[in-house]
């Protein structure tokens, strides 16, 4: 049962067996001294208001909404006691739930929920859909701690409707209140899962930057793995890493370490997308003195059809990164030198376990650990060791690299993409 049918059956139980008939006034008045004798919860309605109200009582019996509005417009204009107000706003309620329109539900339900006449069972459904209403309109109205007000009351009633979440989320987010408000997206995704739907991508997208900014790394973590575990894509990806690695726009070495390491992940998850990807990838890797990198992403780039051979700034690349290699040491002869540093060439031109070996040792020597776990993890995550990768992942606590490294133990939980 859907909230429109519980709140018309809520009208029905106000209303109890109570009708209004038409009669000569006289026989009417005889007839309702009589009832009240015997039932002093009998309505007390005037001749002057039984005429419209039992026309339209009939009407909406029927469903013949059209002929109900007009008595009941009648009935309301000859309201004059609590009883016949009450009356009148179960018709009105009743017409206005059945046109769909929820600005004139707010007037009757105020007199149906404040009513003595309206019986226990029907108060509950009336505030909860008043209070949505409310909220509606305090929403509408940019009146955003109301809307957090009444929603919260509605929901709290019984109310249910994924509105109510996203509507707090919306107002929680304009009062700066980020954590709630991706509650609130949470709460709204789930209600529609619950229902066998698929909520929209916006959502999500929604509530990732909130967290993000939170600096709450497990949930973030949480959302991310939430995310692209639904919509797990390449442009979903890009989406993301975009989103968490605005710290490496710079010139900076940190900056340069923060691209290289997104532009390693969009390789791992397959989501570098065009020419400028994969040109910028390599003249990031070539002016950080990676020269195997570039020419690897380089070579890739060419092979997918996606950097053309015949690009300048590719060339140029490719050409001096091949001119860096020949007079680099042979990466056996780094893997024995040692040193982060080295360790780093060797995890550029893929030689992922003495890579490893040389990050080991200089983490025992008290190296960098945010630096050197983030591509412990990488080397592992490479070499299909994921928990341990897991770990190293965890373990980049501050700097530039967090985030960086909380998107790589997101790809360690979601599918390949093709």
């Keep these: 049962m859907n909230f429109a049918s519980k709140l018309a059956l809520a009208a029905v139980l106000s209303l109890g067996t109570t009708a209004l008939t038409v009669a000569p006034a006289a026989a009417q008045k005889k007839k309702d001294d009589k009832a009240a004798a015997q039932d002093p919860n009998q309505l007390k309605v005037s001749d002057e208001f039984r005429k419209p109200a039992a026309a339209a009582e009939a009407a909406v019996k029927a469903k013949d909404w059209a002929t109900a509005e007009p008595q009941i417009v009648a009935a309301e204009a000859a309201a004059k006691n609590d009883d016949e107000k009450f009356f009148a706003a179960s018709l ?3 017409l ?10 707010i007037g009757p339900l105020q007199v149906l929920a404040a009513s003595p006449r309206t019986k ?7 505030n909860a859909r008043l209070n949505f209403l409310m909220g509606k309109n ?7 701690p109301e809307v957090i007000t009444y929603m919260t009351k ?7 409707n994924v509105d109510i979440s996203l509507m707090m989320a919306n107002a929680y987010a304009a009062t700066g209140k980020n954590v709630e408000a991706a509650a609130e997206a949470r709460n709204s995704i789930e209600f529609v899962k619950a229902m066998g739907q698929k909520a929209p991508e916006a959502w999500y997208q929604f509530a990732i930057p909130k967290v993000t900014a939170s600096g709450n790394r497990e949930a973030a973590y949480d959302w991310l793995a939430y995310y692209l575990k639904d919509y797990p894509t390449v442009k979903n990806w890009r989406w993301a890493i975009e989103v968490l690695g605005q710290g490496a726009k710079g010139t900076d070495r940190a900056a340069k370490i923060e691209r290289i390491d997104l532009y390693r992940l969009r390789r791992i998850t397959n989501s570098l997308a065009d020419r400028g990807d994969y040109s910028d990838y390599a003249y990031t890797a070539q002016s950080s003195g990676l020269p195997w990198e570039a020419i690897s992403a380089i070579d890739e780039g060419r092979k997918s059809g ?20 020949k007079s680099s040491p042979s990466l056996d002869a780094l893997a024995k030198q040692g040193g982060a540093g080295n360790a ?6 893929g030689d992922n376990e003495n890579a490893l070996k040389l990050y080991d040792a200089a983490l025992a020597k008290g190296g960098d650990a945010n630096e050197i776990n983030l ?13 341990e990768a897991k770990t190293a992942f965890q373990a980049v606590k501050t700097g530039p690299y967090v985030n960086v490294a909380l998107l790589w133990q997101v790809s360690l939980d979601t599918p390949p993409l093709s």
Excluded: S, W
């Design 154 to 160: 509605a929901r709290e009633l019984g109310e249910k």
């Design 120 to 126: 226990p069972e029907a108060v509950g459904p009336y």
């Design 96 to 105: 206005e739930l059945n046109k769909g329109n929820e600005a004139g539900q």
């Design 344 to 349: 780093d060439a060797l995890l550029a031109a």
């Design 92 to 94: 009105r309620f009743q």
């Design 375 to 387: 591509h412990r993890g990488i080397a592992l995550q490479r070499l299909g060791r994921k928990d």
């Design 306 to 325: 996606k950097l053309p051979t015949t690009d300048a700034d590719a060339n140029r690349t490719y050409a001096a990164a091949q001119a860096g290699v």
């Design 138 to 144: 305090a929403n509408a109205a940019k009146k955003y």
